[in-house]
């Protein structure tokens, strides 16, 4: 090509001068000197980067540019749009490959708007008029220079053969080249890429810009010090800083968190860029301000504070340099700011004061702009915006537009005074939109900025040009429109504020109206914009208002309108507002194939063709248009809650994609009245956006004129159509206007039809805004206002239009009009229009003769069908207002809404009218296009007159047509093109198929609630309705298709009775999930490039439409609600979602602004369905519901594989860990080692699409894999009755017993590993997990979701112990150090917050880890005090945190705020509660619980530092928290109170507090009373004061306490409640002992203490217990769970101390009733007693606690009580101890030593008779409760016990037969001996002379084992030692007894026989005797010694004698034995 890029178009057009009209030689040759250099460019990727980038620029600008496509290609802008999409495809496929590295396509890219670009730019805007007198218009568009109006050539000829003409240029060249440009850097790029790399992309970038932005001053002038010379890189021009600029913002908010790091190096650059002299590099800087404040809300306060101080010296610098420059003698010309200078290249030295001045002008600006932008976006972000920078932003509004009064300044420099001005306005804009909670302390400022300015720009008073005036009024009023959309309730609240605006848009509306002072400025094309843009903010604001608030302006108001509208129209304005209006019920009709589609939406979706429509057919905004409307958008859409049209069939997707304008939105009561309607938001071009505005005021206004009045302005709709159709007939063919489109560039669709567009909505807007019955204005009944019938007449004439909008909008027309007027016009107009549908529908319209063209008819009968299916809709849409306006008024029907029941539309006769196009036998009379209309308004007339309930005879037969008509249209109308029928209509068929396979899915759709009823004629319906959904799908992969495919397939899960499996179907109808599961999951595969072919990649998949993706996400949702059983596809869809999610989370962009900055999108394309943030939140959310369905089994080993599935999956996403390339999969080794690597590579198999694309993923995915985990092991944790889950011993048990099973080959349910097998990978993964950062920034969401990982690692692994080691550590033990890393990282979150870019997630983490180390220490995991006082450092409160102070203070000490006005206001008191919460739990675990002593002297050493100050801010944050948890729980009318002691606004406190007060109140409140009653025992004389305070904040405690306990308690529901009841519970009972037990000024009164132990007794003991005051005591209540009794023991045993306490306390207070007392304790003893409840383990604690308390209340009982209590107690407590012989030792260890406690009280001081007592002595002996017969014995006189028992005893020792009688009786005699033989010595006699030959005998027996039994050996040492000790006895009173000396002798010589028996059976240790026999014990041997030793030394002489009397060979063994014990056992030598 000899084009080249630097040359300008003149030399092009020069050399080719002479064959300018040889078009075809020109396209030869350049298609030759093309495909020439695409073959050199064809060698490397970077050559065909750089040679398709060269050609775009070559090819020129859209008014320039030729064909590059053939023939048939349309030249202008679509070839520069056309080569950036060739662009972006290469790319994306060479991403797929994967052999190029896209980020170095990055500067080649950037070349596409470069030095080349730039020339021609500028270029143009010399040609098109560049030099304009506004030189000080300081807010016209520099990028481009040129005006937005397009100046088209006025002929042919002039177009193409005029060499001069090539010098036109278009203002669009700039902005749809930065477009184009930012399009390919973004989709072709970044969206490809891993987060690493868009994270090298984001900083090549902000090189780029540094290297091209000059550095700044801190008062906004230049940096003269520093130089672009400075800093090395690429040096880019405006149009590069804006493209880079675009992605920045894109990347900012993609990468998130993970772009921490670089805010440093960008926060520099972006200031220097809002001080650029281009102004579109000023609005992309302030916008990537806006998107890091979405991203990192404490990074744009933070440059919201900086900016805003800046503001004074800027503005002071700015005055100087005026009074300077006007003072200079040879003052420099007056230049427009932005326009290209000498000596404004930021690379010249010399900088004029000129120069610096419009320096200072761009800073201010551009501060200004993002500032506002800020403000914006604050109310969004996380943390919101501290009060104190919004008080300072009006602070600086007001000194900015008080500059407008500054006479010196306005008489020197007036453009900079209007700079000022706007600036000021541009803050204040931003700040409305905050809200009304923001702005009402700055309302009167506000009013008086505005009145002030608008009386400065009056006639005679304004000292400025009006030129300058315009440039304020713009901007004021765009404040005032913000003011009336974001705070429409201050109208109301502020007096006179509705006085005062109306009177200032009097004031204004003249000067901007026609004739006004104003009206020069249209001379200029920038003051023509402003000017537009003015009227259309007046409009605005008056569209705003309420109804009949302005009834003097009204006349003029409309008048003004309607010329508007005339005006724009001639000059081929088109507005945007019809697509608004029409209901979007009916926007699938517009449906075209891609091959056929010529304007924006109608193929749907944000896909590659309707982008590329969008570009070629939108009008450019430029940058001043864009800040006009910045504020005037509302970023963040609200949700409606109203649809169009009627249910939308139940459907939830439907619903969200129709939700639009409320009519019922009403801001105020005012706007109530009428048919008030919320304004759209303003389109970005000025004239449209005065057009769309001037319509809706029209409409609201039409009614309040005279009948009149209403005509003309028809007359004025009509003259001005006809007036258009002239011109359609000359230009048929519209060929002038083809080729002027292709010199122009813009492409205008052949459908676009501007008078007829303007006309329809006009008339449309009226019809909707008048009231329900509309008068009829003096006409005669039955004819209706003349306005109607002319109205009507146009319509039916804008029916035929080649336009889908246009019909539409007639047909919702005519139906308003059939439906709209008093009953008798309705009827008479109704049949007017219903006969002349008929007209139309045979080819003729009223008043025009009769159609010929087979096309018209076709579009005439398309709209005569939809208007019928509309009047039907209208009519029910207004009956439905009617009903509720009467519900809302309690009133019944009016006649008059009976008599439009009576006269509704005729159904029948529609329908009758319909079908003749849904016939099937003729194709001939009639189009597909017809069919789909008819088809489509059929479906419509169902669903608004069908009921949901039962159909009657006639309803089936309506629905059995529709069920004909859906399948006739899907077997016959549907088909190929190859029938005689099809041929010539080819073109239609192909055009029409996406709108006939909607309409048929949306039929079907509307059917399926009626499908049951008609199950009886035929129960296959579902069934192939399902089947003909699956052929469509699979057939047609049209947006519009798939999103109505989505919506059938939800519907029908819902209705899952209805399809059933169907042989004659050609797909599988089981159930509607399996049906529906391939279409879903392929609509959400992400877009791969056709690059080759891979049996892994499915490149079938289009670039997914986000309303089609958003649509199969809700779709799962609903299939997986309705299904259960999906085990098969659960898993694998779960992985095709979160490949979704991480796809989109790499796509994530900007949204605030369009992806077309620089464009005005038509409304047609713009929906609220597609929100990227919404699907993500709606995908996680997906993701929860699939993980729940698919854990939700009943079978334990299918959810424990479920769970372990899971579980390693997301712990692959978390590590990366994937397979290696060509790792195939390992054949299964049946062994434990092969299960776990089985399932480990299935877990890298699944992650490796997602580890493919993007390794490391995405922390957005790391985060969602954590929570997976943390949420598969919680389920775990759920599976108690498995042990093989978490036990190492078990689990390899488990898998030993699978392997061995038969058939047990597959790796599955049946056949796979345990979490414990992997438990190394898991904690490792949670650790990294914990300490996640990317880039070298932290990520504290992903942290967060680690440490809750963790966390729940913890308290599963946390009580196993490690098998390898067997002494008893945890097997967790060996990760201690990774672990107590990962937490102590997150609690010094304080410190990263300081360290690192501020984001919220550092609370949260905080907060995480104070979580995670309570778990540590709750479960022992952590106790070396020098570790635990590490962690504990950061969680100390010091006494600056939580100073002392008293309640009801006026200081502010308690109020949790942030340190400065930077920081989260609403999430950084996080830090303190967090440290609070975690203090009071760990301080009231150790006082309910039992903990490591050494972890407990620890914690209470950190924790007792400020423990007062602690106490009192912990009481204040419980007060709160107490209050926040009731409004909660209100069911109705609760609000949550708005200021509490801890925060002043509810407002700025996150929900986060929110939550962690309401969940830790009790806690909080408990530990408080702890700390203050332990205070204040220790408090000393000198702190009374501090006393004092401490009890005041304990009697406002006392009460929260008690409520906070009767609600737990009636929460309380044994094995239903949740835990966090019991343990509130059990915390609040434990706060009451100590104000109870302890020595306080809090007393309760005596009737609410009675309360209370009711409560705790009847609620938590008796409930337990199974007691009530009901039973009969009849039946055994039945025992709760061993789960129950553990998760309720803290509570127990509070409950039971608690009435341990009060009985304790009863003599010192005597406060309680003792019958009360006497009634909780002794109930479940009579109920134990009288076996009502039986012993069981779960209840030892309240029984051994009613037993203790039962021994302090009988010694409270009278005498004439006591002694049947005393009786009583003594039965139950020996019933007790007889019972507990059969049952386990647990129970007895509780129980047995309460009831010998109560036995001991009750015979230590008894009232009965010593006969009584013997009774019971003896009763013990017989029945072996051998300690309660000891404590008898030794508690009564000195042997009344055992003398009466004595019998019984001798009978327990001398029953040889019996010997499990022995050992207790032996023990229980020698304890009583012991016991009562010192105080009665003659008591052994007695004793000794009863049983004393028994005692030998079992001695003998025992020791030379005689009598052999079950436990026998067990015993056998003991009783001997008993019995030798009982002898022992004995023989010491005998020698101390006068006058037993021979009885001593007689005794020891019998003793002493048996005891050598049992030294030569026994033998002795050492084998020093030789005379052991079998079952010797040399323990008995040694014993029988000893006692010889001891007879020897306590008396030698009784020895001898004994000794003497003795054989030889018995002396020979005793001898022996003596020396042997006394030699300690030694062998002989």
Same mark, same amino acid.
């Given at each position: 090509s000899r084009r080249s890029a630097d040359v300008d178009h003149e030399a092009v057009m020069t050399s080719n001068n002479n064959n300018n009209l040889d078009l075809a030689s020109k396209f030869k040759a350049l298609r030759g000197a093309t495909a020439t250099a695409a073959t050199m460019a064809s060698f490397s990727v970077p050559s065909a980067i750089a040679f398709l980038v060269t050609q775009f620029v070559k090819c020129g600008g859209e008014a320039t540019s030729n064909k590059c496509g053939g023939t048939y290609s349309i030249g202008g802008r679509a070839s520069r749009i056309g080569y950036a999409d060739a662009l972006t495809e290469y790319l994306r496929l060479q991403s797929s490959r994967g052999e190029f590295q896209l980020v170095e396509a990055l500067n080649p890219v950037i070349e596409m708007v470069g030095a080349s670009f730039e020339k021609q730019v500028q270029q143009g805007e010399r040609a098109s008029g560049g030099g304009r007198d506004d030189a000080a218009d300081f807010y016209a568009p520099s990028s481009p220079r040129s005006s937005p109006e397009k100046r088209p050539p006025p002929s042919i000829s002039t177009a193409f053969l005029s060499a001069r003409a090539s010098k036109t240029g278009s203002s669009a060249d700039s902005s749809i080249g930065r477009l184009l440009a930012s399009n390919v850097v973004r989709k072709g790029i970044t969206e490809n890429v891993s987060e690493s790399i868009q994270l090298t992309i984001l900083r090549d970038l902000a090189t780029m810009c540094r290297s091209s932005v000059g550095h700044t001053t801190p008062d906004g002038g230049t940096d003269a010090r520093r130089s672009l010379g400075d800093d090395k890189g690429k040096s880019m021009n405006r149009h590069q800083l804006q493209v880079a600029l675009i992605e920045i913002s894109h990347i900012v908010v993609a990468v998130g968190e993970a772009g921490a790091s670089s805010l440093e190096d960008l926060h520099p650059i972006l200031q220097d860029c809002l001080s650029h002299p281009d102004h579109g590099v000023r609005h992309e800087a302030a916008a990537v301000y806006a998107a890091i404040a979405q991203a990192f809300p404490s990074e744009g306060r933070k440059f919201a504070i900086e900016s805003l101080s800046g503001f004074s010296a800027n503005l002071d610098a700015i005055s100087s340099l005026s009074f300077k420059i006007a003072s200079t003698p040879t003052p420099a010309p007056r230049k427009r700011f932005g326009r290209p200078r000498t000596n404004t290249n930021e690379n010249s030295s010399i900088i004029t004061p000129a120069d610096e001045l419009l320096r200072h002008q761009a800073t201010l600006h551009g501060n200004a702009l993002a500032v506002s932008m800020l403000m914006h976006e604050f109310p969004h972000c996380h943390g919101g915006v501290a009060t104190a920078i919004v008080s300072k932003t009006f602070e600086v509004a007001a000194k900015l537009l008080h500059c407008q009064f500054d006479e010196k300044l306005t008489s020197v420099n007036p453009t900079a005074a209007c700079t000022c001005v706007r600036a000021g306005y541009c803050l204040l804009s931003g700040a409305l939109t905050m809200g009304i909670d923001a702005i009402i302390p700055h309302v009167s400022t506000i009013f008086s900025c505005w009145q002030g300015s608008s009386m400065a720009v009056l006639p005679g008073v304004s000292k400025l040009s009006s030129s300058h005036d315009l440039m304020c009024v713009e901007a004021m009023l765009s404040s005032v429109v913000c003011f009336l959309k974001f705070c429409p309730t201050l109208l109301l609240a502020v007096p006179d504020a509705l006085t005062r605006l109306t009177a200032i848009l009097e004031k204004i509306f003249p000067l901007i109206s026609s004739g006004g002072k104003f009206e020069s400025e249209k001379n200029t094309a920038v003051g023509k914009s402003r000017l537009s843009s003015a009227r259309a903010s007046v409009m605005e604001a008056y569209s705003w208002l309420p109804p009949g608030s302005f009834p003097m302006s009204a006349d003029r108001i409309f008048s003004f309108a309607v010329s508007q509208i005339q005006e724009l129209t001639e000059n081929d304005v088109l507005c945007s507002i019809l697509d608004a209006l029409v209901s979007k019920e009916d926007k699938l009709i517009d449906a075209h194939s891609f091959e056929r589609a010529v304007s924006p939406g109608q193929i749907g979706g944000s896909v590659a063709l309707d982008n590329n429509i969008s570009l070629r057919s939108s009008d450019v905004v430029h940058h001043n248009e864009r800040e006009a409307i910045l504020h005037l958008l509302a970023w963040r859409k609200k949700l409606r809650s109203r649809m169009q049209g009627d249910d939308c069939s139940r459907s939830p997707i439907l619903g969200a994609y129709l939700r639009d304008g409320n009519d019922k939105c009403s801001p105020t009561p005012l706007h109530e009245v009428g048919r008030w309607r919320e304004p759209l938001d303003p389109i970005g071009t000025s004239k449209v956006r005065l057009l769309d505005c001037c319509i809706h005021v029209f409409a609201a206004t039409f009614g309040l004129q005279d009948g009149q009045t209403q005509a003309e302005a028809l007359q004025m709709l009509e003259f001005m159509y006809n007036a258009a159709q002239p011109e359609k007939t000359t230009n048929r063919f519209n060929v002038s206007s083809s080729l002027i489109a292709e010199s122009q560039g813009k492409l205008k669709s052949p459908e676009e039809d501007v008078p007829s567009t303007n006309l329809t909505a006009a008339v449309l807007a009226c019809l909707q805004a008048l009231p329900l019955y509309e008068a009829t204005h003096d006409t005669l009944i039955g004819v209706g206002p003349p306005w109607m019938v002319r109205a009507t007449d146009l319509l039916l004439r804008l029916l035929p239009t080649p336009s889908d909008i246009i019909r539409r909008g007639a047909a919702e027309g005519l139906a308003l009009l059939a439906t709209l007027g008093v009953s008798e016009d309705a009827n008479t107009l109704q049949s007017t229009i219903l006969h002349s549908l008929d007209e139309v529908m045979t080819g003729s319209i009223p008043g025009n003769s009769k159609m010929q063209e087979t096309e018209i008819l076709s579009y005439a009968r398309a709209g005569s069908l939809l208007t019928l299916a509309c009047i039907q809709r209208a009519a029910m849409r207004m009956t439905r207002t009617e009903n509720e306006r009467a519900e809302s008024r309690s009133v019944v029907s009016s006649p008059r809404s009976r008599a439009r029941e009576n006269n509704s539309p005729p159904v029948m006769i529609m329908m009758t009218r319909l079908l003749p196009s849904l016939a099937t036998q003729n194709f001939d009379g009639d189009s597909l296009l017809s069919r789909a209309y008819a088809l489509h308004s059929f479906g419509i007339l169902i669903s608004n007159s069908l009921s949901k309930g039962e159909l009657s005879s006639s309803q089936l037969q309506i629905a059995w047509k529709a069920v004909e008509a859906v399948e006739t249209s899907f077997l016959s109308a549907w088909s190929a093109v190859t029938s005689d029928i099809s041929k010539g209509r080819e073109r239609e068929k192909f055009a029409a198929e996406p709108t006939i396979l909607g309409v048929i899915l949306r039929v079907m759709t509307t059917l399926l609630p009626w499908l049951e /009823?008609?199950?009886?004629?035929?129960?296959?319906?579902?069934?192939?309705?399902?089947?003909?959904?699956?052929?469509?799908?699979?057939?047609?992969?049209?947006?519009?298709?798939?999103?109505?495919? #989505?919506?059938?397939?939800?519907?029908?899960?819902?209705?899952?009775?209805?399809?059933?499996?169907? #042989?004659?179907?050609?797909?599988?109808?089981?159930?509607?999930?399996?049906?529906?599961?391939?279409?879903?999951?392929?609509?959400?595969?992400?877009?791969?490039? +056709?690059?080759?072919?891979?049996?892994?990649?499915?490149? &079938?998949? #289009?670039?997914?439409?986000?309303? !089609?993706?958003?649509?199969?996400?809700?779709?799962?949702?609903?299939?997986?609600?309705?299904?259960?059983?999906?085990?098969?596809?659960?898993?694998?869809?779960?992985?095709?979602?979160?490949?979704?999610?991480?796809?989109?989370?790499?796509?994530?962009?900007?949204?605030?602004?369009?992806?077309?900055?620089?464009?005005?999108?038509?409304?047609?394309?713009?929906?609220?369905?597609?929100?990227?943030?919404?699907? $993500?939140?709606?995908?996680?959310?997906?993701?929860?519901?699939?993980?729940?369905?698919?854990?939700?089994?009943?079978?334990?080993?299918?959810?424990?594989?479920?769970?372990?599935?899971?579980?390693?999956?997301?712990?692959?996403?978390?590590?990366?860990?994937?397979? +290696?390339?060509?790792?195939?999969?390992?054949?299964?080794?049946?062994?434990?080692?092969?299960?776990?690597?089985?399932?480990?590579?299935?877990?890298?198999?699944?992650?490796?699409?997602?580890?493919?694309?993007?390794?490391?993923?995405?922390?957005?995915?790391?985060?969602?894999?954590?929570?997976?985990?943390?949420?598969?092991?919680?389920?775990?944790?759920?599976?108690?009755?498995? @042990?093989?889950?978490?036990?190492?011993? &078990?689990?390899?048990?488990?898998?030993?017993?699978?392997?061995?099973?038969?058939?047990?080959?597959?790796?599955?349910?049946?056949?796979?590993?345990?979490? !414990?097998?992997?438990?190394?990978?898991?904690?490792?993964?949670?650790?990294?997990?914990?300490?996640?950062?990317?880039?070298?920034?932290?990520?504290?969401?992903?942290?967060?979701?680690?440490?809750?990982?963790?966390?729940?690692?913890?308290?599963?692994?946390?009580?196993?112990?490690?098998? &390898?080691?067997?002494?008893?550590?945890?097997?967790? $033990?060996?990760?201690? &150090?990774?672990?107590?890393?990962?937490?102590?990282?997150?609690?010094?979150?304080?410190?990263?917050?300081?360290? /690192?870019?501020?984001?919220?997630?550092?609370?949260?983490?905080?907060?995480?880890?104070?979580?995670?180390?309570?778990?540590?220490?709750?479960?022992?995991?952590?106790?070396?005090?020098?570790?635990?006082?590490?962690?504990?450092?950061?969680?100390?409160?010091?006494?600056?945190?939580?100073?002392?102070?008293?309640?009801?203070?006026?200081?502010?000490?308690?109020?949790?705020?942030?340190?400065?006005?930077?920081?989260?206001?609403?999430?950084?008191?996080?830090?303190?509660?967090?440290?609070?919460?975690?203090?009071?739990?760990?301080?009231?675990?150790?006082?309910?619980?039992?903990?490591?002593?050494?972890?407990?002297?620890?914690?209470?050493?950190?924790?007792?530092? $400020?423990?007062?100050?602690?106490?009192?801010?912990?009481?204040?944050?419980?007060?709160?928290?107490?209050?926040?948890?009731?409004?909660? +729980?209100?069911?109705?009318?609760?609000?949550?109170?708005?200021?509490?002691?801890?925060?002043?606004?509810?407002?700025?406190?996150?929900?986060?507090?929110?939550?962690?007060?309401?969940?830790?109140?009790?806690?909080?409140?408990?530990?408080?009373?702890?700390?203050?009653? +332990?205070?204040?025992?220790?408090?000393?004389?000198?702190?009374?004061?501090?006393?004092?305070?401490?009890?005041?904040?304990?009697?406002?405690?006392?009460?929260?306490?008690?409520?906070?306990?009767?609600?737990?308690?009636?929460?309380?529901? @044994?094995?239903?409640?949740?835990?966090?009841?019991? $343990?509130?519970?059990?915390?609040?009972?434990?706060?009451?002992?100590?104000?109870?037990?302890?020595?306080?000024?809090?007393?309760? #009164?005596?009737?609410?203490?009675?309360?209370?132990?009711?409560?705790?007794?009847?609620? !938590?003991?008796?409930?337990?217990?199974?007691?009530?005051?009901?039973? /009969?005591?009849?039946?055994?209540?039945?025992?709760?769970?061993? /789960?129950?009794?553990?998760?309720?023991?803290?509570?127990?045993?509070?409950?039971?101390?608690?009435?341990?306490?009060?009985?304790n306390n009863h003599s010192d207070t005597a406060v309680t009733d003792l019958a009360l007392l006497s009634h909780s304790v002794m109930k479940p003893l009579v109920a134990l007693q009288e076996k009502q409840i039986k012993l069981h383990t779960n209840y030892s604690i309240i029984l051994s606690s009613c037993i203790r308390s039962s021994v302090i209340l009988l010694r409270c009982q009278r005498e004439g009580d006591r002694m049947q209590l005393e009786k009583a107690l003594v039965q139950l407590s020996l019933s007790t101890l007889k019972d507990m012989s059969d049952h386990p030792s647990e129970l007895s260890k509780e129980l047995k030593e309460p009831c010998l406690s109560l036995l001991r009280s009750c015979s230590s001081d008894t009232s009965l008779q010593a006969g009584e007592w013997g009774e019971i002595a003896t009763y013990s002996v017989s029945n072996e409760l051998w300690d309660a017969w000891a404590i008898v014995c030794a508690s009564l006189p000195p042997g009344i016990g055992m003398k009466s028992s004595i019998n019984a005893m001798k009978g327990a020792l001398g029953d040889l037969a019996n010997t499990s009688r022995h050992a207790g009786a032996i023990v229980a005699l020698r304890v009583a001996l012991h016991s009562t033989g010192t105080e009665d010595p003659s008591l052994v006699c007695f004793v000794l002379h009863h049983v004393g030959f028994e005692v030998l005998q079992l001695l003998r027996a025992y020791s030379l084992r005689l009598a052999p039994a079950q436990s026998f050996d067990e015993n056998r040492v003991n009783v001997c030692a008993e019995a030798v000790k009982v002898n022992m006895i004995a023989f010491q009173y005998l020698s101390t007894t006068p006058g037993e000396e021979g009885t001593s002798a007689s005794f020891l010589l019998a003793l002493f026989q048996v005891l050598v028996e049992s030294v030569s059976f026994n033998g002795l240790p050492g084998n020093l005797l030789d005379t052991r026999s079998n079952g010797a014990d040399e323990n008995i041997g040694r014993m029988c010694a000893q006692v010889f030793v001891h007879v020897v030394r306590s008396n030698p002489l009784v020895f001898k004698s004994t000794i003497s009397a003795m054989a030889a060979e018995s002396r020979t063994i005793l001898e022996n034995a003596v020396r042997a014990d006394m030699s300690g056992y030694a062998a002989p030598k």
């Open positions: /009823s008609l199950q009886n004629l035929d129960k296959w319906i579902a069934s192939r309705f399902a089947s003909y959904a699956s052929t469509i799908l699979e057939h047609c992969s049209h947006p519009v298709v798939c999103f109505e495919g #989505c919506v059938f397939f939800e519907r029908l899960s819902e209705h899952r009775g209805l399809i059933e499996p169907s #042989c004659c179907c050609v797909v599988n109808t089981d159930n509607a999930a399996t049906v529906a599961m391939p279409f879903l999951l392929f609509a959400l595969k992400t877009p791969i490039a +056709k690059v080759i072919a891979d049996e892994d990649v499915d490149f &079938s998949g #289009c670039h997914g439409p986000i309303d !089609v993706q958003r649509s199969a996400v809700m779709c799962l949702k609903g299939v997986f609600t309705s299904e259960k059983n999906l085990n098969d596809l659960t898993f694998d869809a779960g992985k095709t979602v979160l490949e979704f999610l991480h796809d989109r989370c790499g796509r994530r962009r900007f949204e605030h602004f369009s992806e077309f900055r620089s464009l005005s999108l038509p409304r047609s394309v713009v929906n609220d369905f597609e929100d990227c943030q919404l699907i $993500e939140a709606e995908t996680i959310a997906l993701v929860q519901m699939i993980l729940a369905v698919q854990l939700g089994g009943e079978d334990l080993d299918e959810n424990t594989y479920r769970c372990l599935q899971w579980w390693l999956w997301s712990v692959s996403l978390i590590s990366g860990d994937s397979l +290696k390339p060509g790792q195939d999969e390992p054949e299964i080794e049946m062994s434990i080692a092969g299960l776990i690597e089985r399932s480990s590579f299935i877990a890298r198999s699944s992650a490796s699409p997602i580890v493919k694309v993007s390794n490391p993923p995405r922390w957005q995915l790391k985060c969602v894999a954590a929570n997976i985990a943390s949420l598969t092991m919680a389920s775990l944790l759920e599976m108690k009755e498995n @042990p093989s889950i978490f036990n190492y011993q &078990s689990a390899r048990a488990r898998c030993t017993e699978m392997l061995q099973k038969e058939g047990n080959e597959v790796y599955g349910v049946s056949l796979h590993s345990f979490p !414990v097998l992997h438990l190394e990978e898991l904690v490792t993964t949670a650790c990294i997990a914990s300490a996640a950062t990317s880039n070298n920034s932290e990520l504290p969401s992903v942290q967060v979701s680690g440490l809750r990982f963790l966390i729940t690692v913890l308290k599963a692994f946390g009580e196993e112990l490690d098998a &390898s080691t067997n002494d008893g550590t945890s097997v967790l $033990e060996q990760y201690s &150090s990774q672990i107590i890393s990962a937490v102590r990282h997150a609690l010094n979150a304080e410190s990263l917050l300081e360290e /690192s870019v501020a984001t919220s997630g550092f609370h949260r983490l905080f907060a995480a880890g104070c979580d995670a180390l309570f778990v540590m220490i709750n479960g022992g995991f952590v106790s070396e005090p020098v570790v635990l006082r590490r962690l504990l450092q950061p969680l100390l409160l010091t006494s600056e945190d939580v100073p002392f102070t008293a309640f009801g203070g006026k200081d502010e000490k308690l109020l949790m705020k942030s340190n400065h006005v930077t920081d989260d206001s609403r999430s950084f008191p996080l830090f303190r509660l967090s440290k609070l919460c975690f203090a009071a739990r760990v301080s009231m675990m150790i006082e309910v619980g039992d903990m490591n002593q050494s972890a407990v002297s620890v914690i209470n050493g950190e924790l007792e530092k $400020e423990v007062v100050g602690r106490a009192v801010h912990s009481a204040a944050a419980a007060m709160d928290g107490f209050l926040l948890s009731k409004a909660h +729980k209100k069911q109705s009318g609760g609000e949550l109170p708005s200021t509490g002691l801890t925060f002043a606004n509810l407002s700025d406190v996150d929900e986060l507090i929110v939550d962690e007060l309401v969940e830790n109140w009790p806690v909080l409140a408990t530990s408080s009373v702890v700390s203050l009653v +332990k205070a204040i025992n220790d408090a000393s004389e000198e702190r009374c004061a501090q006393r004092e305070t401490m009890e005041l904040w304990l009697s406002k405690l006392l009460p929260i306490i008690l409520i906070g306990l009767r609600e737990a308690l009636s929460e309380f529901k @044994p094995g239903q409640s949740k835990s966090s009841a019991s $343990e509130a519970a059990a915390l609040f009972i434990c706060a009451l002992r100590l104000l109870v037990g302890n020595n306080t000024s809090m007393e309760l #009164c005596s009737d609410e203490l009675g309360n209370i132990i009711s409560m705790v007794t009847d609620s !938590v003991l008796f409930q337990l217990l199974g007691l009530s005051d009901s039973d /009969s005591g009849g039946t055994h209540p039945l025992i709760l769970p061993q /789960s129950v009794f553990e998760d309720c023991t803290i509570l127990m045993q509070q409950a039971c101390g608690f009435i341990e306490d009060l009985c």
